[in-house]
């Protein structure tokens, strides 16, 4: 498959655009993430990577940390993932070798360029063995912050959700879930992010104990 098609072809629905009414509400509720709220594929036709090793790609990054805290943040958070399911993840630093490419951005026509507005967005796979290029964006209108304590948006939360997103899941209705579509401050998956990240993938070769993190109550109205 053509990778550039893959791109192009799913960059409307990740952004949101096409349910107008449906998006406008949501840029009235304040902070929210570009994917559509919509149902899990069918697990007899699931949306997911038909392969088990993903390379990601750093394209830019935001100045409020440095480069290398940035990408540290997304290391803990792709592996996060990796701990609770069959896939590991590795950075490259040629674009043309990875299949999540991420950066960030402030154009007003990718939804951002307003603090509060929308944190990111990611696109989906499509297919039961999708073998194309993803793209995750941030907002570069956000304090971005890797410090729980400090004032800012946890990059840490937002991004393991987004890559949640690249790796084939939808928002999730449970509200401990680091899926649920209001920004939490849950860093890793949770309960219900795992069964359905093992529906997809299967559960770890080796499962690699972590800490689990502690969760906070969070303003009502934030969303990711």
């Known amino acids: 498959m053509n990778r550039r098609y893959f791109l192009s072809s799913l960059t409307a629905t990740a952004l949101g655009f096409g349910g107008g009414a449906t998006w406008a509400r949501r840029r009235r509720q304040g902070c929210l993430c570009g994917v559509p709220d919509m149902p899990q594929a069918s697990l007899l036709f699931p949306d997911k990577w038909g392969q088990h090793h993903l390379r990601w790609y750093m ?4 100045s409020d940390l440095d480069k290398s805290t940035w990408d540290a943040v997304f290391t803990r958070a792709f592996a996060s993932w990796s701990r609770v399911t069959r896939l590991t993840f590795e950075q490259v630093f040629d674009y043309s070798q990875a299949e999540l490419a991420i950066g960030v951005s402030g154009r007003k026509r990718s939804g951002f360029g307003k603090r509060g507005g929308v944190l990111a967005w990611a696109q989906l796979p499509v297919g039961r063995n999708f073998d194309g290029r993803l793209l995750s964006m941030f907002d570069t209108a956000e304090l971005w ?6 004032t800012g948006t946890l990059l840490q939360s937002v991004a393991a959700h987004e890559i949640g997103h690249l790796l084939g899941l939808r928002h999730s209705d449970d509200k401990n879930a680091l899926m649920y579509p209001y920004i939490t401050d849950a860093k890793i998956p949770q309960g219900d992010d795992v069964s359905r990240i093992r529906a997809l993938y299967g559960r770890p070769r080796a499962i690699s104990p972590g800490p689990v993190e502690p969760r906070l109550e969070s303003p009502a109205g934030s969303r990711c």
Request: aromatic residues 0%.
């Open 145 to 150: 912050t890797d410090d729980p304590a400090a």
């Open 59 to 62: 394209g830019s990054r935001d």
